[in-house]
């Protein structure tokens, strides 16, 4: 009888040959090995410029002649690893892909295969953006090399580094404030401006004695403090206090004439102690037109979501928010930026399921796009300032914060698209009710 070689054999080979070919045309090596392989067909060696770093991963190639993958969509696909294959990989010492070629189209697309994996996990899902097998993925293949326990070694930046932007913004601070003694509580006194007409709350109350930056003799605030105690002083003696507490005080001050600063603007919302963009009318979106970096930009602040099969239906009104912290580093006070994304019904009435909406716009969500968020929270803070240079302005400028440019930094090497999306948390985390975009 006549020996053959099957077409599954075939495919095989011309699968393990194309993604050698792969390897080698972004940058790194790949070795083969023999025929008694028993779940790793080859070892990619990371190099730089032609110059081998002795970082190696191992590969296992799964190829097809053509079809679609599971539940293979424009976006993306999953794929269910075997048993055996997973039993093998928990006792490698070095880290594992996967790699799916589809012969018909010609794709390539990878994973990691974590060797914590349990069996009950062990369906992979793909993205057909950021999964892609080409030179945009030789950042993360080479991070995959950078051991996981221990204080790790410097793997060196393989195609240039990139600039990075610091999500904090510099505050110029008023250069003077207001103290008093006062011999109302802030619950009471918080009361006491609300039964009146304009009450306003950019202040606090310490200890009996009220601090802003605002003369409290000029609004309704005169009728909780003494007036004959109201004192002008230099800010700087409270804001750079060594004291801890005192620090933290003023921290709180911050975020309370934050507050009434935007507050036109913006809704603070208490359980997730976040700001979020004011919708204007409800179920309407909303934009906010600013120059970016290089151009001028605009961005859907208000986002009403239609319903897929009524059009005419609105399931949910997305809302740029971020997080606060105000933050003393040296002598300088900073706003510390959390982008993220608050929902509502309608545009006024919170969700109450939240969690799901944002873990699903996370996802889509990369550096560039948490870059350009920083950027338009930076430029909506600053709208004042250039309104402000309008010389046919009359009236003075009541005293507020000011919000410097974000800093940016040097870094020898780009950020992994993959560290942006969510990572599988290895122990509980304390669950304070807030979603965040950074960790």
């Known amino acids: 009888m ?3 070689i099957t077409s599954n054999q075939l495919l095989g080979e011309i699968g393990e040959t194309a993604v050698r070919l792969r390897f ?7 070795d083969g090995r023999s025929r008694l392989e028993a779940g790793v067909d080859g070892i990619a060696e990371v190099m730089d410029k032609g110059r081998p770093l002795a970082r190696m991963i191992a590969v296992q190639v799964k190829a097809t ?40 189209d010609d ?55 990139e600039e990075a932007l610091v999500n904090i913004l510099p505050i110029t601070l008023p ?46 605030c005169k009728d909780v403090v003494d007036l004959d105690q109201v004192e002008a002083i230099d800010t700087a003696s409270l804001a750079f206090h060594e004291d801890q507490d005192e620090q933290n005080n003023f921290a709180y001050l911050l975020r309370k004439a934050f507050d009434h600063q935007v507050r036109n603007e913006l809704r603070w919302n208490r359980d997730r102690k976040l700001f979020y963009m004011r919708a204007l009318a409800e179920n309407t979106s909303r934009s906010f037109f600013y120059e970016a970096s290089k151009k001028r930009a605009s961005t859907e602040v208000v986002n009403a979501v239609m319903n897929k099969a009524d059009k005419s239906k609105v399931d949910f009104v997305r809302h740029h928010a971020f997080v606060p912290r105000f933050e003393l580093l040296y002598d300088q006070w900073y706003l510390v930026i959390n982008p993220t994304y608050f929902f509502t019904t309608n545009g006024f ?26 950027v338009m929270w930076h430029r909506f803070l600053t709208q004042a300032d250039h309104e402000e240079s309008n010389l046919l302005r009359q009236k003075p400028a009541a005293p507020r914060l000011r919000f410097g440019e974000p800093p940016v930094v040097k870094l020898a090497t780009r950020v992994p698209e ?13 669950d304070d009710g807030q979603e965040r975009m950074f960790g």
């Open 2 to 4: 006549p020996k053959t």
């Open 24 to 30: 080698l045309k972004i940058g790194f090596q790949f």
């Open 65 to 104: 002649d053509k079809g679609r993958y599971t539940s293979e969509t424009d976006a993306g696909f999953s794929y269910l690893m075997r048993p055996e294959d997973l039993a093998y990989w928990r006792g490698s010492n070095l880290p594992i892909i996967i790699v799916l070629y589809r012969q018909s």
């Open 107 to 161: 794709t390539f697309f990878w994973k990691e295969v974590g060797t914590q994996i349990k069996d009950e996990e062990r369906r992979l899902q793909f993205d057909k953006r950021q999964d892609v097998l080409d030179s945009d993925a030789v950042e993360r293949l080479a991070a995959l090399t950078v051991p996981k326990a221990g204080f790790g070694y410097y793997v060196p930046p393989i195609g240039g580094g």
């Open 175 to 220: 250069t003077e404030m207001f103290v008093s003694s006062t011999p109302h509580t802030a619950k009471k006194a918080a009361s006491m401006l609300l039964d009146g007409d304009a009450p306003r709350f950019d202040w606090i109350i310490h200890g009996g004695t009220f601090w802003s930056f605002s003369d409290p003799r000029e609004s309704c």
């Open 349 to 374: 009435i919170p969700h109450s399921y939240p969690a799901a909406l944002l873990a699903g716009k996370k996802r889509m969500d990369n550096s560039a796009s948490l870059r350009g968020q920083v």
């Open 418 to 430: 993959d560290v942006w999306g969510t990572q599988k948390k290895v122990a509980p985390e304390p």
